[in-house]
């Protein structure tokens, strides 16, 4: 379980997205990420659905790595769906005693499934195509104009790489402790919810204790390599856009415009 | 019969590409009951993987292991069990360590193996009476020293009285009297009280020193397998493997080129001495 969680972990491949630049990558999530919000229709989350399928195709990270993110969101997706199913109000379709499956209800159920999904895959193929190091210059340089405005754009870059970068060592942290702990005869798959909740109590203590001990050594290693905010860096692999750089943001481009004009499709195609 | 044996298993931590290469590839060897077997190779060969199969961590994609003739992938084999009589000292104890004090850890396993929570309290006490760290037992187990969490975690398998110990690195970050003690520790286990031990070191002098089978693992694969003092000697597998001979060998071949002959079969440190006193004396 602990394992399918691959939200902020690298898959290294060489395929033609791990080879864009990551003010691309990271213009690209968020104009998708944008596009599921703006669609209203069954055109608009097709095309979401192509341009997803696509970067999937293209990245050449394994769909069974990918879809193993998901596992871990299926109670936070039966949440969602059964309280949108169960509590919108509306003309009712379906009665089981005292709960109303409204038609509204059926129609934000399935959109909010589709957009938790795909927000889930979305960010997590920007994090399996970009090391934390590419995407802390992509940030940094993508957001470099905010420092006119004094925001320290450099240190919002490298805490983001930061959090992103500990996400898979707490993983294989915990993974370790569980270990330990399984080879001592604990068990975590036997049992009722409850127990299973109470045999991962004593996981808390030293996952804890060794992300505050690994966040000191960090900082202890930084300072001893005089890190300092105050200095401008140089870069020993500066960004600099390439023709298919060029060509994918011609792309997105076109894919929210035209997520945007099918806001303007009138079809009456069922419950969408 | 051999405690345990390991047939042709292959295992790669990367299930998701099927070009991927197997990172430990038809391994086989057996242990038998009372052996004292050391799994030698260069860093990132995969020892460490190996034997997180022996007590089923790890599930091997081919292969079997028998334990005591049970195939431990059996549905109906209790790993549990398995894992009782099978203790891990991990090669980073840390990991090992998640009780609030060092008495609370070093009981986790005997409570979870159904005894009494006086009971436990007792061998707990005992295993770290034992190793000589009953001081020990409040104080929070992530604010000690890396030696005192290696015995800490030892303590927590020996409260099992498992019958195979599995030791991974057991000398890193010890002093080397702590390291002899520790040894010498084992040893007694494993002569006096039958316990089998399976450990992983990188000082060849120490496979020569207790163990009585050696397996040499080069990328992924078990190189050789059997008599430590046969192995060490063979400077072209040790070559091949990136090992360098220990120093029992050193002088062996040293006195050997000048003439003077000594048992093969008596290199460790006490043998060497006394057969040096017996040759030049």
Known sequence: MIRDITLGQYYNRESVIHFLDPRVKLVATLVFLMSLFI?????????????????????????SFILRGLKSLILLLLISVVFNLFLTPGETILSFGILHITREGLIIAIKMAIRLVYLVIGSSILTLTTTPSKLTDGLEKGLSFLKAFRVPVAEIALMMSIALRFIPILIEETEKIMNAQSSRGADFDKGSIVDKAKSLVPLLVPLFVSAFRRANDLAIAMEARCYSD??????????????????????????????????????????? | ??????????????????????????????????????????????????????????????????????????KDFDLTSLRFKCGVV??????????????????????????????????????????????????????????????????????????????DEPDAGLDSKTKNDFYMMIKNLNVLKGKTIVFITHNLDDVIEYANKVIVVNDGKVERCGNPTDILMNDELLRKCGLVEPYAIDIYNYLKNRGILIDKSKLRFNDIVQELNRVLL
Not at chain 2, 9 to 22: L, M, P, T
């Open chain 2, 90 to 167: 991990f090669q980073h104890p840390e990991y090992q360590l998640f009780s609030e004090t060092v008495i609370e850890d070093v009981e986790f396993g005997a409570l979870k193996k159904g005894l009494s929570k006086d009971e436990a309290r007792l061998r707990a006490l005992e295993a770290l009476s034992f190793l000589g760290i009953e001081n020990l037992k409040d104080e929070v187990p992530f604010n000690l020293s890396g030696g005192e969490k290696r015995k800490v975690a030892f303590a927590g398998v020996l409260v099992m009285d498992p019958d195979v110990f599995i030791l």
């Open chain 1, 39 to 63: 669609s209203t229709n069954i055109f608009a989350y097709a095309f979401a659905t192509l341009f997803l399928a696509m970067a999937i195709m293209l990245c050449k990270v394994p769909l």
């Open chain 2, 1 to 74: 019969m051999p405690i345990f044996e390991v047939k042709n298993i292959s295992f790669r931590y990367d299930k998701y590409d099927e070009n991927a290469s197997y990172n430990i590839d038809d391994i086989s060897f057996s242990v038998d009951r009372g052996d004292f077997v050391a799994l030698i190779g260069k860093s990132g060969s995969g020892k460490s993987t190996i034997v997180s199969h022996l007590n089923g961590l790890k599930k091997a994609d081919k292969g079997d292991i028998l334990y005591e003739g049970k195939s431990i992938y059996d």
């Open chain 1, 230 to 272: 105050s200095v401008s860096r140089t870069k020993l692999k500066p960004l600099a856009y390439k023709g298919i750089d060029y060509i994918t943001y011609v792309i997105l481009f076109l894919y929210i415009m035209l997520i945007i004009f099918t806001r303007y499709i009138k079809i009456d195609v069922g419950i969408m």
